[in-house]
């Protein structure tokens, strides 16, 4: 089982939305290695109506990767009305004006391409890849999407049965598949990250057609919103088709809510036992981390790469490979706009009681409290984020995304480029610092997760 990847498409609710042909992949390695040499070359600008573009050209492949980031996730909800960002998400392939029901996908899938979408605790992000010469058609399915997308109580309730299922499929009958809703409800009493990007059904089927209308008026307008492009592209034409298609569509008009509440400092550990159809019991650890951009943020994140990727990481080789107390062992820190989570988890071998399962992750993070970790170790820590740095922009849907999330977290689309300084500027000291302040019980959510028989 695959626990990475139940906690990835946990904390980014992704759509099932797939077409069936899939673009091959549009930059080979040695291309990322040379882009990061050279640095990926971009323009950016504004419409009169706010929407930000973002232009990145490269022929090395005829295809073009079209998104659209819209500032707007969970966090953002009325706390009676949670799930809206997902919801629509989904609601938001059920067609326009213009696309009949059903043909969203027919369109983009007919054309050689593939679409998706997912949603995060702070925003929407939806993109097609395509053929360099179906780029007027990427472009002008997305500005239907922001302006005459169908909300009517035919495709509601269609996705309302939908969501429904995607959510219990997820929470119920996945093991371990509650993690991030139980890891953030026990963490969080006042901040929005309280209730996670799923939502809960029960207000979507509460909400009525009124209450749709007025969340797409609110957040899915130009002035909150980032379309980015990259590939094989002509910056004069694709900025010709950008003023055809989106230069029509009204600036929002009303206040976009951004959250305010500020998440009290944590004075004492939070613990609790969760029973699940598992048959091996898991320890699952949730620590109150920085929000994503601050200078403790990577150093945060270097610890929980030293910890856990690889199989050479501590976690493997100390308590699954030579300990044998688990099946699996992990840290993920999750990066967001707000302060966040970092989940630390492990499953327990067979045999194995949850508490010499916490005992011997406890011992792991005592060690990097207490030592300095090696020179030798710290060099290979380096050039495992220098590579997944580069892994992250080694297609064009990969780095028209880290493109528009740089903008809209930071306003500065150019740290695509300059991020990975910022981690290289991280020393063993602060490594060794970020586990002595955060790595503590008063900081942190521990739930056992038992089978239920």
């Known amino acids: 089982m695959n626990f990475k990847h139940i906690l990835f498409s946990a904390a980014v609710m992704g759509s099932s939305i797939l077409c069936a042909q899939t673009a091959k992949p549009v930059v080979a390695k040695a291309a990322a290695t040379a882009a990061k040499a050279n640095g990926i070359k971009f323009s950016q600008y504004d419409l009169p109506n706010g929407l930000h573009v973002i232009l990145h050209e490269d022929h090395s492949t005829p295809i073009v990767a079209v998104t659209v980031l819209y500032h707007v996730g969970s966090k953002n909800e009325d706390p009676t009305r949670t799930g809206f960002a997902h919801f629509f998400e989904h609601l938001m392939f059920e067609g326009s004006d213009n696309i009949k029901r059903g043909e969203y996908m027919k369109l983009i899938q007919d054309a050689g391409g593939?679409?998706?979408?997912?949603?995060?605790?702070?925003?929407?992000?939806?993109?097609?890849?395509?053929?360099s010469n179906q780029l007027e058609l990427g472009l002008w399915m997305e500005s239907e999407r922001m302006m005459h997308s169908k909300i009517d109580s035919v495709g509601v309730e269609t996705q309302r049965k939908v969501v429904k299922e995607e959510l219990k499929q997820r929470n119920e009958n996945t093991p371990y598949g509650s993690i991030l809703n139980e890891a953030f409800?026990?963490?969080?009493?006042v901040h929005p990250y309280r209730w996670t990007p799923g939502g809960s059904p029960e207000y979507i089927n509460k909400a009525a057609i009124q209450e749709f209308i007025d969340f797409y008026k609110t957040f899915y307008v130009p002035n909150n919103a980032t379309l980015s492009i990259?590939?094989?592209?002509?910056?004069?034409?694709?900025?010709?088709?950008?003023?055809?298609?989106?230069?029509?569509?009204?600036?929002g008009t009303k206040a976009i809510p951004r959250p305010t509440a500020v998440e009290p400092v944590k004075t004492a550990e939070v613990r609790d036992t969760v029973l699940d159809n598992i048959q091996l019991p898991g320890v699952i650890m949730g620590y109150h981390t920085p929000a994503q951009g601050t200078p403790e943020y990577y150093a945060v994140n270097m610890l929980a790469t030293l910890l856990s990727q690889?199989?050479?990481s501590r976690m493997q080789k100390s308590i699954v490979d030579k300990q044998q107390k688990a099946v699996f062992a992990g840290a993920f820190p999750l990066p967001s706009e707000d302060p966040g989570l970092t989940l630390i988890f492990g499953i327990s071998n067979m045999g194995v009681a949850p508490t010499d399962l916490e005992a011997s992750m406890n011992a792991e993070f005592e060690k990097v409290k207490k030592d300095l970790i090696s020179e030798e170790e710290f060099q290979k820590l380096r050039n495992q984020v220098e590579n997944d740095f580069v892994s992250g922009n080694s297609k064009m849907v990969g780095i028209a995304e880290n493109l528009a999330n740089?903008?809209?977290y930071f306003k500065d689309a150019n740290l695509i480029n300059t991020e990975i300084d910022r981690y290289m500027k991280v020393t063993r000291e602060d490594i060794q610092k970020a586990a002595q302040k955060y790595l503590t019980k008063e900081n942190r959510v521990v739930l056992y997760y038992l089978p239920k028989e």
């Not at 990259?230 to 600036?251: C, E, H, R, S, T």
């Open 406 to 408: 740089y903008y809209v």
């Open 310 to 312: 690889g199989k050479s």
């Open 114 to 131: 593939q679409l998706n979408a997912n949603t995060s605790f702070d925003r929407t992000f939806y993109y097609e890849v395509i053929p």
């Open 185 to 189: 409800g026990h963490a969080y009493t």
């Open 230 to 251: 990259a590939g094989d592209i002509n910056p004069a034409q694709v900025k010709a088709l950008i003023d055809k298609y989106f230069a029509p569509i009204p600036k």
